[in-house]
């Protein structure tokens, strides 16, 4: 299985900060990169894939970058709605697998 | 407007087996390109690929689980039905089914999702 692991864990920031979650591949997964987002209550919901691509709806302040087996998923001004969990997800062979989150949490 | 929403039994004895059923709209799992997922969740944990059927009756199961698990759909009821058997309490999680992001020729994760729903194992 690949195994994907994201940095930080957690962390604090505050509105209109700039915040930069990395995701790494235990393998090449070229672009087959994607990034969620978890609030409680709130159904999953998409807001990268293949890497870079934006899913419709989503706010431009959201941005991911990478290929091979390093991603990044940042955020240019942080919003309120955006303190949640983000998780990464490769697609490019099953078992699919994700990171183990990132919590952003407010300062 | 794509909906799913997962139902279930909320509680299961260990060793029983457990039936979740997705039923969705919006989407016909007879179309080319189309695909259903289930993902789980366990307490204050990560998130965890199941199982994935596609429109052509294609199956993909987590290695890990596969002996356990089995995915069927049924495209006039609309629904996706997840089987896990011989449960135990590790398995108490949030059960999630969810569509399948699907760019030509290429499946890129889920991009609509049910709410979810909680099955505990417990005796």
């Known amino acids: 299985d690949i195994q994907m692991t994201q940095s930080p864990s957690s962390l604090s920031a505050s509105v209109g900060d700039r915040v930069t979650i990395t995701c790494r591949a235990s393998?090449?997964?070229?672009?087959?990169l994607n990034w969620y987002q978890q609030n409680p209550g709130k159904a999953l919901k998409l807001l990268i894939y293949?890497?870079?691509s934006l899913q419709t709806g989503v706010p431009s302040r959201f941005s991911g970058s990478g290929s091979g087996t390093d991603f990044t998923l940042t955020i240019s001004s942080l919003q309120p709605e955006d303190f949640a969990t983000y998780y990464c997800?490769?697609?490019?062979?099953?078992?699919?697998?994700f990171g183990q989150g990132t919590r952003v949490e407010i300062k | 407007q794509i909906t799913l929403k997962e139902s279930g039994p909320t509680l299961v004895k260990p060793t029983q087996t457990l039936t979740l059923t997705c039923t969705f709209s919006g989407f016909s799992l007879s179309t080319s390109g189309v695909g259903v997922g289930w993902i789980r969740q366990p307490p204050g944990k990560a998130l965890e690929w199941l199982a994935l059927i596609y429109w052509d009756d294609d199956k993909r199961y987590s290695p890990s689980l596969k002996s356990r698990l089995t995915i069927t759909k049924d495209t006039s009821k609309n629904q996706v039905v997840l089987t896990m058997t011989n449960m135990d309490p590790v398995d108490t999680a949030t059960y999630y089914c969810?569509?399948?992001?699907?760019?030509?020729?290429?499946?890129?994760?889920?991009?609509?999702w049910g709410q979810g729903t909680l099955v505990t194992v417990s005796s």
């Open positions: 293949a890497a870079s």
């Open positions: 997800q490769q697609s490019y062979n099953t078992p699919w697998t």
């Open positions: 393998q090449s997964i070229s672009s087959y």
């Open positions: 969810a569509h399948l992001k699907w760019l030509p020729s290429t499946p890129y994760g889920f991009d609509y």
